[in-house]
């Protein structure tokens, strides 16, 4: 039974009114998304009586309110028990009502919203909605009748596509897919009405996709077992897309047959901690938006300026892919070299971005064109009101590039860096304008991965911070706010996790075991995989310069030593070699010619290893799957803790969402910090100390104290942990 609840109008969350002609109309309103909470559920069924009963109403809109029609089910009452009316009978209600229902969608329909609009007889859109069914996303699937009923209405493969990657389609795409009858681009709830007085009178029996036949393709089986393959190679382990794929593949029984296998796949991913896990991503991710700064400046108070129009400085993969976001976005963007055959070679490949773009989104590469000016003229930056500086990764460089921002831009134009570790302050320092300076740092490839890490430096004010990241939302990015510590957060802990990969190496494990069961665990890619994809020299050039390797070095030090701490040179070996990974054909992996994209096994590589162990006299052992995962997973999260403890990072949420967004990290595992506290904080602290024992040269190795700290605080939930470690000095 649900819940008594007041009786007081506005408490209502689904209300029953009259619009003319004869409709009645239901309106959600449950702000911020209008989700369909057990409140609203329970209102929902009681609108749709009076509707039903009202007998001067021929036929019913349903819309939602604030300009938005439903976000789905209320994900926040997953984790509690609620009561009120289960979704699928409420649905499959509307569907059997002997009035018409016409689903006025305007803003966004996902997710059970969207499983409500296929049990309703009509969709009419606004040409700016969103549809789609994310639950995969969240670790579930649609399992409100979703899975059955669209691929009745659309056809097996559109719905396998749009199930399993959860992706959000745009009314156009809608309309051609059959997935809405019609699209406006006025007032949807008039339309709605409009077209509902049209049907009202309209026999309902053939609206009904319950009672449809899905057209079913000659190859479906071919089809489903396509996906299988291809969904399990993409994220290994996942158990929602396969399940999804098993209940599409049910919609081919008789309806109620498919909606009983659909509930009872729901029921095994509802319960399942991949579920919890991908949940807790999606909450992450909007907690890293509620920013704070030392000080009281936040997401809230803190003004934003208007990017009009941006620049970008250096044209290399970073620069183009960065120009690509913005043109995309709509921001007239100056796209500036300093060489003339770099400048046309980016040129080239800009415009061929745009185009493979332009054929996406059915637009004209002219619309985006526009909006691009190719220059090697630095007075085009003096306009701008803010820059992206994209050039190589040479602190020198980047230093003698601010400095000259500084003198050609306007005094209140933002400067960003997109440096991967470099110190922010020091390159604000050769600006007479420190507090305009932000890092931007993008991931690769810039207009494909959604992480941004927003780098406060410790002069960077709060406007021009609240600027990139209200920047970074509109490129469809989600920003992390984080501190100025080298490499960042992203970087920073994948320092440890790389190191303990290669100490396996020398203690005898092969790239091909590390990286196998780095992508059982789930990663889309091992680590040495992902060296070799990412150029092997990037890691060189910056050990170099640090002094780790290259003339720097004393002769005399052991190669395996580096300030009393254990080192290993396998990669500026490989590099000393000219194998500098997928572009030179050899790496960690041996690849088909420079253009060979498959990693293979290396004979050489592993001859190399053996003669590097036999000179060193490391006696190899056999490493199982477990201590790969422990030492490499836990080295990082214990980096993570340091992190935090430092306030280089707000939370663990915000460690999560970097590594989940940034570093192929499987969402359905949460985060390494989520994954840490899963495991357990003692056990994962008890397992540090044996390795650090065993390894007393490896300092990443010796626990945090924050993890020893929550530990004897008795391991509080992750929720709790951002709460816990608000330190006194904030790097944010
Ligand atoms: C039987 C089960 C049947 C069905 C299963 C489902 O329906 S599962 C849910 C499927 N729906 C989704 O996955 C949609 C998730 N939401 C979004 O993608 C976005 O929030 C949305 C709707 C596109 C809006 O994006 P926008 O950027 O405008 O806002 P933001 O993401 O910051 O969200 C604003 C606040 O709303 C909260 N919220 C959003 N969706 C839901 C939801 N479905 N349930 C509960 N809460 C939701 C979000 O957390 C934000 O809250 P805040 O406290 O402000 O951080």
Same mark, same amino acid.
């Given at each position: 039974m649900s819940e008594v609840r007041s009786p007081v109008e506005s408490d209502i969350m689904a209300h029953y009114s009259r619009a003319a002609g004869h409709i009645g109309l239901i309106r959600l309103a449950n702000p911020p998304v209008n989700a369909l909470s057990s409140a609203v559920r329970h209102d929902l069924c009681r609108a749709l009586e009076r509707a039903s009963a009202d007998t001067g109403a021929k036929a019913i809109v349903l819309c939602g309110e604030n300009g938005l029609f439903c976000g789905g089910a209320d994900i926040l009452e997953f984790s509690k028990k609620t009561g009120g009316p289960a979704l699928v009978p409420l649905?499959?209600? @509307?569907?059997?009502g002997e009035k018409p229902v016409v689903a006025a969608i305007e803003g966004v329909a996902l997710g059970g919203g969207l499983e409500m609009a296929l049990g309703c007889h009509y969709? @009419?859109?606004?040409c700016q909605a969103?549809?789609?069914?994310?639950?995969?996303?969240?670790?579930?699937?649609?399992?409100a009748g979703g899975t059955q009923r669209l691929p009745r209405l659309i056809g097996f493969p559109a719905a396998l596509e749009l199930i399993t990657t959860g992706r959000h389609v745009s009314a156009e795409e809608a309309l051609t897919l059959g997935l809405v009858d019609q699209v406006t681009d006025g007032d949807v709830q008039e339309a709605a009405v409009k077209f509902a007085q049209r049907v009202a009178d309209e026999p309902l029996a053939s609206r009904r996709l319950s009672t449809w036949k899905p057209p079913c393709p000659a190859d479906l089986d071919t089809l489903l077992q396509g996906a299988l393959g291809r969904l399990q190679s993409r994220a290994r382990g996942a158990l929602a897309p396969v399940a999804c794929v098993h209940a599409l593949q049910a919609a081919t029984l008789p309806f109620a047959q498919? @909606?009983?296998k659909e509930q009872e796949l729901m029921a095994t991913l509802f319960s399942s901690p991949q579920a919890r896990a991908m949940q807790y991503c999606f909450f992450s991710q909007r907690i890293v938006g509620k920013w704070s700064l030392a000080g009281r400046a936040n997401w809230k108070n803190t003004p934003v300026r208007t990017v009009h129009r941006a620049a970008v400085v250096g044209l290399g993969t970073m620069g183009r892919g960065i120009t690509v976001t913005l043109v995309r976005a709509g921001i007239p963007t100056v796209a500036m070299e300093m060489d003339r055959g770099q400048l046309q070679a980016a040129q080239q490949a800009v415009t061929a971005m745009l185009e493979r773009e332009a054929t996406k989104q059915k637009r004209s590469l002219d619309s985006y064109l526009q909006l691009v000016q190719f220059t090697l003229?630095?007075?085009?930056?003096?306009?701008?009101?803010?820059v992206i500086e994209a050039v190589y990764e040479d602190l020198a460089l980047k230093k003698r590039l601010f400095s000259e921002l500084c003198a050609v831009c306007r005094p209140d134009a933002i400067l960003c860096t997109n440096t991967s570790g470099l110190d922010v302050d020091v390159i604000a320092g050769t600006t007479r304008r420190p507090e305009v300076v932000v890092g931007m740092h993008f991931f690769a490839p810039a207009h494909v991965m959604k992480l941004l890490e927003v780098v406060r430096g410790p002069r960077s004010s709060p406007v021009a911070v609240a600027t990139v990241v209200h920047l970074g939302k509109l490129l469809g990015k989600v920003s992390v706010v984080v501190g100025n510590s080298p490499g960042f957060v992203g970087n920073r802990l994948l320092k440890p996790y790389m190191e303990q990969a290669n100490f396996l190496l020398e203690e005898g494990a092969t790239p091909e075991q590390v990286d196998g069961t780095l992508e059982e665990f789930g990663f889309a890619m091992g680590i040495f995989r992902m060296s070799d994809l990412s150029g092997l020299d990037v890691g060189w050039r910056v050990r170099r310069e640090s002094g780790l390797t290259g003339p720097a070095v004393r002769p005399e030090e052991s190669p395996r030593h580096r300030l009393g701490c254990r080192y290993c040179p396998l990669a500026d070996l490989l590099c000393e070699r000219g194998r500098l990974g997928q572009k030179t054909g050899q790496g960690w992996y041996l690849y088909e010619g420079p253009e060979g994209r498959k990693a293979l096994p290396d004979p050489w590589l592993h001859g190399f290893l053996d003669e590097y162990r036999r000179q060193h006299a490391l006696k190899p052992r056999r490493i199982d799957?477990?201590?790969?995962?422990e030492r490499c997973l836990y080295a990082l999260a214990n980096e993570g803790f340091r992190v935090l403890e430092e306030g280089v990072a707000a939370g663990p949420e915000d460690i999560d969402t970097i590594y989940v967004l940034g570093y192929g990290w499987p969402?359905?595992?949460g985060g390494p910090m989520y994954h840490v506290a899963t495991v357990g904080l003692s056990a994962v602290l008890t397992r540090l100390e044996h390795f650090h024992r065993a390894h007393p040269d490896v300092p990443q190795l010796q626990p945090s104290a924050l993890l020893r700290h929550l530990v004897a605080q008795g391991? =509080? =939930? @992750?929720s709790k942990w951002r709460e816990l470690v608000r330190v006194q000095r904030s790097q944010l």
């Open positions: 649905i499959n209600a @509307i569907e059997a969709r @009419i859109a606004h969103r549809l789609g069914l994310p639950e995969v996303m969240l670790g579930l699937l649609p399992g498919g @909606i009983e003229e630095r007075r085009h930056l003096q306009d701008v009101d803010l799957q477990q201590e790969v995962l969402a359905h595992m391991s =509080p =939930p @992750i």
